[in-house]
């Protein structure tokens, strides 16, 4: 069994930061990739970034030079340093991780309860 605990999230002005953290436990061997996903309300869950286990991180494009991600491979954790924040930033926040479990052939893929990041004057 793996699970992924997330915290942070909450409310901010626009134009503001928030940092988002997200650490896995249970059986794992290795995890390969961790990401941040975002779903607004009536939309698809979109990918906001992701980090390899080779410490390589994407971005969608709407993100790109405001929000970083990054990884402590000692803790298997992921944070999302989330700035410059817009209104269409807004949504609840999912962590996924790609794992690795013992006694276990293929990989599995598990996700967070989600947090919820609400962008507002």
């Known amino acids: 069994q793996v699970q992924l605990v997330e915290s942070g999230g909450g409310l901010v002005q626009p134009g503001g930061s928030l940092s988002l953290a997200c650490t896995a436990s249970g059986t794992i061997r290795n995890i390969e990739t961790m990401a941040w996903y975002r779903q607004a309300p009536g939309n698809q869950r979109d990918l906001v970034a992701e980090?390899?286990?080779?410490?390589?991180?994407d971005y969608s494009d709407s993100v790109k030079g405001r929000f970083t991600i990054s990884r402590d491979f000692a803790r298997n954790s992921v944070n999302l340093e989330m700035n410059s924040l817009k209104l269409e930033d807004s949504g609840v926040y999912y962590c996924k991780a790609e794992v690795q479990e013992l006694l276990v052939p293929l990989p599995t893929t598990h996700w967070g309860q989600g947090t919820r990041v609400t962008v507002s004057s």
């Open positions: 980090i390899r286990s080779t410490g390589s991180p």
